[in-house]
């Protein structure tokens, strides 16, 4: 996920709010109320409550007709803001394993002073809705609640059991994690033979024609390292050769020249296989990415095909320094020096491993340590047919002629904890953003009304073609 730099003046905003549009179907106002409600509770750490936001979803589903056994709200006394929900539909066949519909609902925090629009207030302006979480994540938690309140109210029965978990903590590495929690003390309630999650979707042009689909099979892990070093220091009117300052900047120097060896796991093959073959990928990147694919050791190819940030972060690990605090006094040499180094370790590869790295690259005047939380290795499902078919098949009936490919994220979601309990984690496809990214932890999040609309539809129709 990215942070956007532009913003609408604010003289030209209409300050409307969003109502659900007359020609809504009465089922997607009723879906409405609940994304606009979501929307506008606040669930930023430590200011809003995703506890809140949960009894409110759980509100409506118990009206819907499930009943308290049926539906488990969670929390912790530590974070008693910071609760989730799991909601079960049972289904009629005792020998298909549930699936698991995941979607967190925390969200970055918005400052209203840099929004063009209140970013807690759901607007709706030239064919977008307007809010903080309008995309991430509360328009797929908002499908998974609806879609689950539909199946309930319809009498609809599935052959697999099918659970929804929403949880908290997904946008800090900080705070407490709803589904890192789930995982690791109430295992058997989300256990699921797969999940559906966050990380698909599809994108848009810069024309605004739908240019892919997406489908997130497999993450980077996250890690944080802090390297420090130490001096006695001194007057600067003294310099001497050992400073913390510069040892520390060696090191960091060290790491920003280092390249992690380019790897592949079926996605990202898969990937830059399509990659090549498409008609638009310019010959000499064709060119490179199949070499490369051929012999992830050409360097020469590596460095043709990682011109492009995105295809770069995709073949290897990658590490980059992101805050620096040194010293103590202008006229004073450095007694201390310390930086965070952010790294997305490649599926399979470990923290202990690229500790050990980034030692070797620091040398031994820089201590190195990983940062806590210590989060799980990445684990990539399989392209599993069963899975990948169904998406697919809707997808044709619902965007026709959009390409889908898999993709690993170079970023990081919930999934890598299901995924260290044995439950492949799929980002499914079927909501679209902008070229932009459409704001996502940014400035004026939107989404399109119509792809909301239109990826409610898909999702629901899916989860039912998974459930039988």
Known sequence: MRALGWIVAAGLVAQASAAPAADLRPDQQAFFGLYKELVETNTVVDIGSCTQAVAQIATRMKAAGYSDSELIPFSTPDHPKDGGLVAILKGSDAKAKPMLLLAHIDVVAAKREDWARDPFKLTEENGYYYARGTVDDKAMAAIWADSMIRFKASGYKPKRTIKMALTCGEETSYAFNGAEWLAKNKPDLIAAEFALNEGGGGRYNAKGDKELLAIQVGEKASQNFTF????????????????????????????RRYEFPVKFTDTTRAFFQAVSM????????????????????????????????????????????????????????????????????????TVDATLAKLKELAGPR???????????????????????????????????????????????????????????????????????????????????????????????????????
Do not use: W
């Not at 220091?233 to 510069?246: E, L, M, R, T, W």
């Open 366 to 468: 820089v201590t190195v340590t990983a940062n806590q939380p210590i989060r799980p290795i990445g684990i990539p499902p399989r392209l599993d047919p069963k899975i990948i078919g169904p998406m697919k098949t809707i997808a044709d009936k619902y965007f026709p002629g959009v390409p889908m490919l898999p993709v690993m994220s170079t970023g990081a979601t919930d999934g890598i904890f299901l995924e260290a309990i044995g439950i492949p984690t799929y980002g499914a496809p079927g909501v679209f953003v902008d070229a932009d990214f459409s704001g996502i932890h940014g400035l004026n999040e939107r989404i399109r009304t119509d792809s909301l609309y239109t990826g409610r539809d898909y999702l629901y129709d899916l989860v039912k073609a998974y459930a039988g």
């Open 228 to 255: 420090v070093t130490t001096n006695p220091g001194g007057h600067s009117s003294q310099p001497v050769p050992d400073n913390a300052i510069y040892e520390l900047a060696d090191a960091l120097e060290a790491v």
């Open 278 to 349: 498409a008609p638009q990928t310019p010959a000499p990147m064709a060119d490179a990415i199949k070499r490369l694919l051929a012999n992830p050791r050409d360097e020469a190819a590596d460095r043709i095909v990682s011109m492009d940030k995105a295809m770069h972060s995709t073949l290897r690990t990658t590490c980059v320094a992101t805050l620096v605090n040194a010293g103590h006094a202008e006229n004073a040499l450095p007694q201390r020096a310390a930086a965070t180094v952010n790294c997305r370790l490649f599926p399979g590869e």
